[in-house]
């Protein structure tokens, strides 16, 4: 394994630190480990191992819908379901918290 000796100095928003520290403390990753693993990730996926889009909409709230709008929205999900376009739902709650920040 390579020497660590390279520094890296970067500036960002105060909040987003605590946060992601914070995370990082409870998984027992100290900062550094992860900005290495970033790296690393960038070099494999040659680009950033994640996509930059902005959501094309907010999670539909159900606790605002009409009788008829959620029925229409479980309509929706059974034939998404049935055409095969569904995603284990972990994999959908983390992408849910990914691109809303919760």
Do not use: C
Request: net charge positive; glycine share 4%.
């Amino acid at each position: 394994m390579a020497a660590k000796s390279a520094n890296l100095y970067a500036r960002i928003e105060p909040e987003v630190k605590e946060q992601a520290e914070g995370i990082l403390s409870a998984l027992g990753i100290p900062a550094s480990n992860a900005i290495n693993m970033f790296y690393k990730q960038i070099i494999l996926q040659r680009g950033l191992p994640f996509d930059v889009k902005i959501p094309s909409a907010r999670p539909v709230d159900m606790n605002n819908l009409s009788e008829e709008q959620m029925n229409l929205e479980l309509e929706k999900g059974y034939a998404d379901m049935k055409a095969g376009r569904t995603k284990p739902a972990s994999k959908a709650f983390t992408n849910i918290r990914k691109d809303y920040n919760l």
